[in-house]
């Protein structure tokens, strides 16, 4: 406690060195110093009797440099005496500020006898009108004081209506922070402005999981709390609500599950696995979040093509070449079914080429689900269109490309009924652009698909 009598002796020495030695312009800091006494006195030493001692001693320089203040009132003229009159109002108002802050000490509130929600506005209220006063008097007395440093004699009239406006102005905007903090306290909210945001479930992936016969499990393998799992759970909660009840989905720890994680061969947290029976599909997802954003944002696309995998059979797509057909390869990128492949892969489909080496000249292999015809430049020999009318005849898919100024493909097309026009599709107005020039009218594009077997992946 030797410390807070040197505190206190040293605040105390330096108002009263103030009011000796600058008594016409040092009056308002040495009535702050009062004012901070006080302050220790009450939040810092209380209750004690140091506590006391402070408080009483901070009082007694308030007042002092009041009296103080009317003392040179009386003894100026003219606008010098208007000055102090005014500096005597502002420091009167701010002393103020302790009657008010005396309303929200305990003595006075057990006294009023408020229940829980009356003290809790009551101090609110004064707890934060009493700084506002406060810091905002206390600029104008501070301005005015350095004016009357300025002028201790004659003093303009500009000065004095100057220093009291731009004090008043300085101590009203210091004195915003206190029912700003008090507002950020009370509602605490918390937003991100950035660029990130998962994404919501698509409606392909909806009609996916509307499609199934069996339920579908998401096992969500995060720790407690994470970052990532507060992102990714709402997306997995949305997607069950428009599941029919076919989706269901919950949170585990990895390190609470070690049986259940190696039988779905998860090694660690991060982990999102799908399960229909016995049949499992998984993928990962980076624990961090700041890693884990661009993964976070692709995530309906990534679920969807972990669903099609895991509620589809495997099967195989060929791709007929030797015949100068568009491939997953080519370096046209209106050759390019890099797309194609893509797509067939993600609904498991494994994808392999099928030309002479392969047996195109003799069977189309009976594991084929899919056969394409990629718009080929030079015709199909006998035997393969042979093979291909025999995998049509039992009942195979296909997939044809035709191309203007390619092969027309009659032998395969004309099999079927179908024909090749002698023109391109196109229109002016709604195409894809990729050139900029007017071949990109032709790059076509549909939003409505109809009910054929061929086009409802598309349509979903």
């Not at 103080?68 to 502002?90: I, K, N, P, Q, S």
């Not at 408020?114 to 009493?130: K, M, N, P």
């Not at 220093?163 to 008043?168: D, E, I, M, Q």
């Not at 050759?335 to 189309?364: H, I, M, P, T, W």
Request: hydrophobic fraction near 45%.
């Amino acid at each position: 406690m030797i410390t807070a009598w040197i505190v206190l002796a040293v605040m105390a020495g330096i108002a009263g060195a103030i009011l000796a030695l600058r008594p016409r312009g040092g009056l308002g800091f040495a009535w702050l110093i009062g004012l901070a006494i006080v302050y220790v006195g009450q939040r810092l030493l209380a209750p004690s009797t140091e506590g006391t001692v402070f408080t009483g001693v901070g009082i007694l320089v308030a007042l002092a440099t009041l009296g103080w203040r009317a003392r040179l009132r009386g003894e100026t003229e003219g606008v010098v005496r208007d000055a102090h009159g005014d500096a005597l109002l502002w420091q009167s108002l701010g002393t103020g500020a302790l009657l008010v802050w005396g309303l929200t000490t305990p003595f006075v509130t057990d006294l009023l006898g408020l229940d829980s929600t009356a003290l809790s506005r009551w101090t609110a209220v004064f707890g934060t009108l009493w700084p506002i006063l406060l810091v905002a008097t206390a600029w104008p007395v501070l301005l005015l004081d350095a004016a009357l440093a300025a002028h201790p004699v004659r003093m303009p009239t500009g000065a004095r209506t100057q220093a009291v406006a731009s004090g008043l102005a300085l101590g009203l905007g210091t004195a915003l922070v206190f029912p700003v903090n008090y507002l950020a306290d009370a509602h605490n909210l918390d937003a991100d402005f950035s660029y990130f945001r998962v994404t919501a479930p698509g409606g392909s992936t909806q009609a996916i999981l509307r499609s199934q016969t069996e339920p579908v499990e998401a096992l969500l393998f995060f720790p407690p709390g994470n970052d990532v799992l507060r992102e990714v759970e709402p997306y997995f909660t949305d997607l069950a609500k428009v599941s029919d009840g076919l989706l269901t989905t919950r949170a585990i720890d990895q390190a609470s599950a070690p049986g259940l994680a190696k039988e779905l061969g998860v090694r660690d947290n991060g982990y999102i696995v799908l399960k229909q029976g016995e049949a499992t599909q998984k993928f990962k997802l980076d624990d961090e979040i700041k890693r884990a954003r661009r993964e976070l944002r692709r995530l309906d696309g990534t679920v969807q093509e972990n669903l099609l995998r895991l509620t589809s059979q495997e099967r195989t797509a060929y791709i007929l070449t030797g015949h100068g057909e568009s491939s997953p390869r080519a370096a046209n990128p209106f050759d390019k079914l890099g797309d194609l492949k893509k797509l067939l892969l993600a609904q498991n489909y494994d994808v392999e080429d099928f030309g002479l080496e392969q047996g195109s000249g003799e069977d189309v292999p009976d594991d084929a689900a899919l056969l394409i015809v990629a718009a080929p430049e030079k015709a199909l020999l006998e035997p393969e269109l042979k093979a291909i009318q025999r995998y049509i005849d039992r009942g195979g898919a296909m997939l044809v490309y035709a191309e203007p100024g390619r092969d027309k493909l009659e032998g395969v097309l004309g099999y079927l009924g179908l024909a090749v026009g002698d023109h391109a599709l196109a229109h002016a107005t709604k195409y894809v652009r990729l050139t900029g020039g007017l071949v990109d009218r032709g790059n076509l594009y549909s939003q409505r698909f109809g009910s054929h077997a061929a086009v409802s992946t598309l349509s979903k």
